[in-house]
């Protein structure tokens, strides 16, 4: 299980593997995702905590996808599972990319 917050990959907010042209919400940036970056601080309670963080100095923006969001706004990940921020409901119904491995039908048979 990697519920390890310190563990850069685990984390829902992680860039994309491929990198993309970013923009930051917080101070109006434009750059490469690559450059964000991954620090860890201790939150209030105690816990270290680890974060994707905007690479400008000064700027507190965190977060692929939250408040650094991709430029292109058509673009989706490697997955093809970027999320868009639109909740228009006209859309087409939410679709895996891929069927699952196991056919449910042989699993009946039996
Ligand atoms: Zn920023």
Not at 7 to 31: S, T, W
Not at 61 to 69: K, T
Not at 105 to 110: A, L, M, Q, T, V
Request: net charge negative.
């Amino acid at each position: 299980m990697s519920d390890n917050p310190l563990d850069p990959q685990a984390d829902p907010f992680k860039p994309p593997e491929i990198p993309i042209e970013v923009h930051c919400l917080h101070c109006d940036q434009e750059y490469d995702s690559y450059l964000i970056e991954w620090r860890e601080c201790i939150s209030a309670d105690g816990t270290p905590q680890g974060f994707w963080c905007c690479p400008t100095p000064g700027c507190d923006g965190i977060g692929f996808g939250f408040d650094i969001l991709p430029t292109d706004p058509n673009y989706q990940d490697e997955h093809g599972g970027w999320v868009s921020f639109d909740d228009e409901e006209d859309g087409e119904p939410w679709e895996q990319p891929d069927e699952e491995p196991w056919d449910e039908k042989d699993e009946f048979e039996e």
